[in-house]
Structures are given as structure tokens and as C-alpha cells.
Nanobody, 117 residues
């Protein structure tokens, strides 16, 4: 099991940047995959970016070239650097961890990102 706590959300103008952090309650070194999802009002929760324990990453097409996922194993923290933000990036962003042989999913409480035009 793991507890995840997101931070770093807020209000930013279009074209601006934010860095989200996800602090885990245990070592993330062996977690199968950690990722960021987002959910806008009235829409489903979608994958934004993910990183496996081996360091492989994947991104939603809509954020490629603008967002970067990274991690600091020493701090048990995963980051999402978001640049060139657009109003359509507005959503609640959730941290996710997939753990163990059955890839059990754990979620943070979410952090709001609002991009004004």
C-alpha cells in the first residue's frame, strides 16, 4: 500500500508553467508505474503521463512536448512539469501508483489546475 499526496496546483495564465509534486508514503523505487491523470468537469479521468520503474515514460498526445514526468527516488516523489499551459489543461490532476504483481491502483486526493485565457 501507499499514500499519495499531491501539491503544486493553482491558477496560472495561458502560456505559463506549474510543477506538480506527488509525495509517496513509501519508497517508489520498486513501484511498477507512477503516473498523473486528470479529470475535467463532466469528463472521464484520463492518463496524462506515466513512468515505469524502469524509467520508461509515456504521455498523452495532447501534452507531448509540453509536460515532463520525473521522479526523485531519494525523496519518494514524482513530479509533473507543465509548460506552455493551455486553458484546456484545466482539470483536477491525480497522482497514481500501480503496485505489485496485480498492479493494484492507488490514488492521491487530487490538486486543481486552472489555466486562464
Amino acid at each position: 500500500q501507499v499514500q499519495l499526496v499531491e501539491s503544486g496546483g493553482g491558477l496560472v495564465q495561458a502560456g505559463g508553467s506549474l510543477r506538480l509534486s506527488c509525495a509517496a508514503s513509501r519508497s517508489i523505487f520498486s513501484i511498477n508505474r507512477m503516473g498523473w491523470y486528470r479529470q475535467a468537469p463532466g469528463k472521464q479521468r484520463d492518463l496524462v503521463a506515466a513512468m515505469t520503474s524502469g524509467g520508461s515514460t509515456n504521455y498523452a498526445d495532447s501534452v507531448k512536448g509540453r509536460f515532463t514526468i520525473s521522479r526523485d527516488n531519494a525523496k519518494n516523489t514524482v513530479y509533473l512539469q507543465m509548460n506552455s499551459l493551455k486553458p484546456e489543461d484545466t482539470a483536477v490532476y491525480y497522482c497514481n501508483a500501480a503496485i505489485g504483481y496485480n498492479w493494484s491502483n492507488y490514488w492521491g486526493q487530487g490538486t486543481q489546475v486552472t489555466v486562464s485565457s
